[in-house]
């Protein structure tokens, strides 16, 4: 048999990523394990990601007391309110969290290249197929996740403006940076100033939402509803009466659950110690009031953290035993056993009732990380057995796999959201930070390092292919929200509407992220 890099006419990759006998196995057989063990990576990812955003969904819900007193009655009122302000929350948390895998994986490709004069090419390229991904793709799932002739349109139009402004600016920031200032070269105050400007798209768009004079928009706000999260369905009813009824405190949130709710953190019911809203009638108010009693501060920690390994070791839960079909039933279980030995592991972390779930957020951070490590050498060995060119595998595989958390996260807003606001802010933030700090941090420690070490710039090797992925990106981008604008002048809303036009715009979305893949990926390998 002819190896496969006689084929391609590439050198045989003596690499291997656990043990040397790898090398002796054919190039086809070791890609195709390689991508398997790449699938598993990414199935890690959104396992960890779901505790990720429970922790942060608790560091969110943080409120503090604050006592009013009337200036006539000298009357005190003391009222709750949330630390974090909602569009700083979906800025930084949320757009932070779904976007951690793709920095930490450009985060240690950078540590990986120190002391190398050129940057990696894994890290850039990810982080601009992944804005496509998240662009493109992940609108299209948006658009058609509304129930038929159902519309959610964005609220709070002056700050999705904003956001999509520091979206664009980013990637014609990164043009300049590569093409015009100082080309194909990333000096030290360029990646510095990169970074500064998170800061800033976070400034402006807490002046947008508070309508600061001179600074914001003067664009109205739609109406927002108070609660931007519907009410659960009973699904919680039947843990709440086992817990009265069973001396064994059980924890009521149930760990791994398929859908994890990331966005009742725009819930305003952040004093119940359940963070669940069912439906009450009257003879249910009393026990669920019973049930509130019994607050998770009031439970051991151990109980708690006992529970998320009994949980992680369940392959059996309340929506799998409601399936009648034998088969359904199998595959269900057949999945379940492949995240057994990550939900195991992930259930090491802590309870997020730990310090508002700051313990739990940082200790899902440095999972991810690990992940991302695994994921790194993977794809280089993926690159070195194939011969495939680096960022070609970092635009599909890599960009796809790692923007998986985006995905889940503006899926379940256009599903469970009243309106499109952070469905769609989720998107435009992302992509604002992979580059100010996806790539912006990785060269400031490549750059700090080489200016320390070398007195010299970090140099690009591959900067026209990726000056071009960013032409065709920032393209293919106006026509995408030209799309959205035209949906909110005909429908009034931009997403949902009438079916065929939603599958319309789903189709002319992917369709152009198929453009963006093939001619960036046409590009970097030479073709043109």
């Known amino acids: 048999m002819i190896p496969l890099s006689s084929i391609l006419g590439y050198e045989k990759c003596d690499r291997y990523l656990i043990f040397s006998g790898e090398s002796a196995l054919g190039d086809g057989f070791r890609a195709f394990l390689y991508f398997l063990g790449l699938a598993y990576c990414f199935i890690g990812l959104s396992a960890i990601t779901a505790r990720f955003f429970q922790s942060m969904e608790n560091v969110v819900k943080h409120t503090r007391k604050v006592v009013e007193v009337d200036p006539v009655t000298k009357t005190e009122t003391i009222r709750h309110e949330k630390v974090w302000n909602y569009t700083v929350a979906d800025i930084s948390l949320l757009a932070f969290g779904t976007s951690f895998p793709q920095i930490s994986l450009a985060t240690i490709d950078a540590i990986q290249n120190m002391g190398n004069l050129y940057a990696g090419g894994l890290g850039p390229g990810t982080l601009v197929g992944s804005a496509a991904f998240d662009l493109f793709p992940i609108h299209a799932i948006c658009v058609v996740v509304p129930k ?41 105050w360029e990646a510095l100033l990169t970074v ?34 519907p009410e659960e369905t009973p699904y919680f009813k039947q843990e709440v009466y086992q817990k009265m009824n069973s001396s064994e405190i059980k924890h009521v949130r149930e760990e791994n659950r398929d859908t994890f709710d990331i966005f009742s953190i725009h819930s305003e019911n952040p004093t119940d110690p359940l963070c669940v809203t069912v439906p009450q009638t009257d003879d249910e108010a009393e026990i669920l009031d019973k049930a509130k009693e019994t607050t998770l501060e009031d439970t051991h920690l151990l109980t708690i953290w006992r529970q998320q390994f009994v949980d992680a070791l369940r392959l ?3 929506e799998a035993k409601k399936l009648k079909n034998t088969y359904l039933l ?12 990550w939900r195991f592991l992930f259930a090491f972390v802590p309870p997020c009732q730990i310090a508002h779930g700051w313990v739990s957020f940082i200790c899902s951070l440095l999972f ?23 960022y070609v595998i970092a635009f599909t595989a890599l960009a796809s796999g790692t923007s998986w958390p985006d ?20 998107i435009t933030c992302s992509n604002s930070v992979n580059i100010y700090v996806g790539i912006g941090v990785p060269w400031l420690i490549d750059t700090l390092y080489n200016f320390i070490a070398y007195r010299e710039p970090l140099r690009i090797q591959s900067a026209g292919g990726l000056s071009f992925s960013l032409i065709v990106f920032f393209c293919t981008s106006v026509g995408c929200i030209s799309v959205l604008v035209f949906r909110r002048i005909i429908f009034g809303a931009e997403l949902g ?8 715009t789903c189709a ?12 960036s990926s046409l590009k970097v390998s030479g073709f043109i």
């Open 316 to 318: 059996k839960n309340p």
């Open 508 to 519: 002319f979305f992917m369709l152009l992220w198929i453009i963006f893949v093939v001619l």
């Open 196 to 229: 500064l400007q998170y800061g800033l798209l976070l400034i402006h768009a807490y002046a947008q939402d508070k309508r600061w004079p001179y600074i914001s928009l003067p664009i109205a706000r739609d109406e927002r509803p108070e609660d931007w999260v």
């Open 497 to 504: 509407g009438p079916r065929l036009w939603a599958w319309i």
């Open 407 to 426: 995905l889940v996260a503006s899926k379940i807003a256009a599903e469970r959201q009243k309106t499109a606001d952070s469905a769609i802010a989720n």
């Open 148 to 188: 038929a002739g159902e519309l959610k349109k964005i609220a709070d139009l002056g700050v999705w403006l904003v956001e999509l402004f520091w979206s664009f600016w980013a990637y014609i920031w990164l043009y300049i940076i590569l093409e015009v200032w100082t080309p194909n070269v990333v000096t030290l």
């Open 330 to 341: 199998l595959v269900r279980i057949f999945w379940q056993l492949l995240l057994l030995p």
């Open 368 to 390: 991810i990380s690990g992940i991302a490590y695994i994921v790194t050498k993977i794809t280089e060995l993926i690159s070195c057995v194939t011969g495939i060119n680096g």
